[in-house]
Nanobody
Framework: QAQLVESGGGLVRTGGSLRLSCATS????????MGWFRQAPGKEREFVSA???????AYADSVKGRFTISRDNAKNILELQMNSLTPEDTAVYYC??????????????????WGQGTQVTVSS
């Protein structure tokens, strides 16, 4: 069974940057569709970004141009570079793996394994 462990969250000021990492065990990041989601207090978990098996990437409109998803196949790590952060980006960020899809998917129900989440807080 896959295990996903996020890291890299923290407190940053508006306009700052953070780089999230998701270490996987039990599976290889290059063979599955991987995604990042986030959940702010009182809100539903929402799609942030995904990368398909073939390397195609997708982003939510709210983060397009500011966030970049990537994976290091050698290290079996999924990453999310977040730039120009705003208080609206404050949330718990989760990485996820889909065992059923190799193309881009955006629904939480399309993903089968989840990490425990890492808190990102952006102060104004």
């Amino acid at each position: 069974q896959a295990q996903l462990v996020e890291s890299g969250g923290g407190l940053v000021r508006t306009g700052g940057s953070l780089r999230l990492s998701c270490a996987t065990s039990g599976r290889t990041v290059s063979t599955q569709t991987m995604g990042w989601f986030r959940q702010a207090p009182g809100k539903e978990r929402e799609f942030v970004s995904a990368i398909s098996r073939g390397g195609v990437t997708a982003y939510a409109d709210s983060v397009k141009g500011r966030f970049t998803i990537s994976r290091d196949n050698a290290k079996n790590i999924l990453e999310l570079q977040m730039n120009s952060l705003t208080p609206e980006d404050t949330a718990v960020y989760y990485c996820a793996e889909s065992t059923r899809y190799i193309s881009i998917v955006r629904m939480t129900t399309d993903y089968d394994y989840w990490g425990q989440g890492t808190q990102v807080t952006v102060s104004s």
